[in-house]
């Protein structure tokens, strides 16, 4: 099953994503301008495209003047997604819908307060084809409706639901960066539970052949493919540790634990960890964590390994590059493997873990 979607997904990019020449193109300079209401400690405009860095222009004042100016230098051919954020000094961080920019646009935005997920659209005289991209979604795309819970089933059930809303604005709007742009971001978000859903190709394979034959479709593309190496019944990949280490599988049952330093619904598992670990490991359980800090955190992660006393297999992976690899995302990720390293489950819960291996570690 899950080779036939592989063979479809390898299929559909030589279909697809011709490459074509390259074009050298001149700089050009965007400009975003806005006038913010409501003072915020930390704002920021953001680039949500993570292809290269997500070209973060930020001030750190404390009140930030009622009228804001930025200039944002881009050589962008295609539209890429921004989103205006706010820090408070709590460290809480609150982030808008999309908008998208352009070489050449001049786009003036006039915030009230910041919102999450609202969408601030450009008060402009000039009707770009960017802006009017923003305005149709925002329009005909079905509000995105609070897709987290805390129950799996749900959550899964509601995400599955609201996937074929791309499928259908999509045959609508082939040009629409905008929906490209909320695609790519709810894979991201929600593949995870979801899966590789057929949808996901299905809206794309009707969006336009600039979009999908530009830079960023053929990378979403190829982040499918990687993701596909991460499903149940197949193998675990090999994963490149730091200093060239291999973790060692469980007599039984191994789950392999992503997480860093910085993330905290990560350190909170490890409480109902230790107790499993303490429970099954004579029992043929074995638990690999693998952190992705940075180079210059190891300190702090064999500090926080010593503080938590973490008594299982600990590895590190320098800035999450093998995560990244295999489109594993977001912290925390797990995988649970049988004694071959088989995947037996993925995303695996703290709790839905304890309930399996009560049943199969009796």
Not at 22 to 29: H, I, K, N, Y
Request: proline share 4%; charged share 25%; hydrophobic share 35%.
């Amino acid at each position: 099953m899950e080779n036939d979607f592989v063979a479809k997904l390898i299929f559909r990019i030589q279909k697809i994503l011709v490459f074509l020449p390259v074009a050298v193109l001149s700089q050009s300079t965007a400009t975003i301008q806005f006038k913010i209401n409501s003072p915020c400690y930390k704002f920021s405009i953001a680039r949500v495209s993570n292809i290269y860095d997500d070209n973060r222009f930020t001030t750190y004042k404390k009140h930030y003047p009622q009228n804001g100016f930025f200039i944002v230098k881009t050589t962008e051919k295609h539209p890429t997604p921004y989103i205006f954020t706010c820090e408070e000094e709590n460290h809480s961080i609150k982030g808008s819908g999309i908008f998208t920019v352009n070489s050449g646009d001049k786009l003036i935005f006039e915030i009230d307060s910041i919102s999450d997920r609202k969408q601030y659209l450009p008060n402009t005289k000039t009707q770009c084809k960017s802006f009017s991209d923003q305005k149709v979604f925002y329009e005909e795309f079905p509000n995105k409706i609070d897709l987290y819970s805390p129950v799996d089933s749900i959550y899964k059930a509601e995400s599955l639901n609201f996937l074929p809303n791309f499928e259908k604005y999509a045959k609508k709007h082939h040009d629409s960066y905008m929906l490209f742009w909320n695609l790519k971001n709810f894979y991201d978000e929600h593949s995870w539970i979801t899966g590789n859903n057929e949808i996901y190709m299905k809206a794309f394979d009707n969006l336009s052949a600039e979009i999908k034959n530009s830079m960023y479709g053929r990378y979403f593309v190829q982040k499918i493919l990687k993701s596909t190496k991460i499903e149940e019944g197949l193998s675990f990949p090999k994963i490149n540790l730091h200093d060239k280490k291999e973790f060692k599988l469980g007599k039984k049952y191994t789950l392999v634990d992503f997480w860093a330093t910085y993330c905290g619904s990560c350190l909170d598992s490890f409480l109902v960890y230790k107790d499993l670990y303490k429970r099954y490991k004579d029992n043929g359980f074995e638990i690999v964590a693998i952190s992705g800090d940075r180079k210059k955190d190891i300190a702090k992660w064999k500090n926080m390994i010593q503080k938590r006393q973490l008594a299982w297999q600990n590895y590190i992976d320098i800035a999450g590059k093998e995560r990244e690899k295999y489109n594993i995302n977001p912290y925390p990720y797990t995988v649970l493997l049988d004694s071959n390293g088989m995947i037996l489950k993925k995303n695996i819960s703290p709790a839905e873990l304890e309930i399996f291996l009560k049943e199969n570690l009796k």
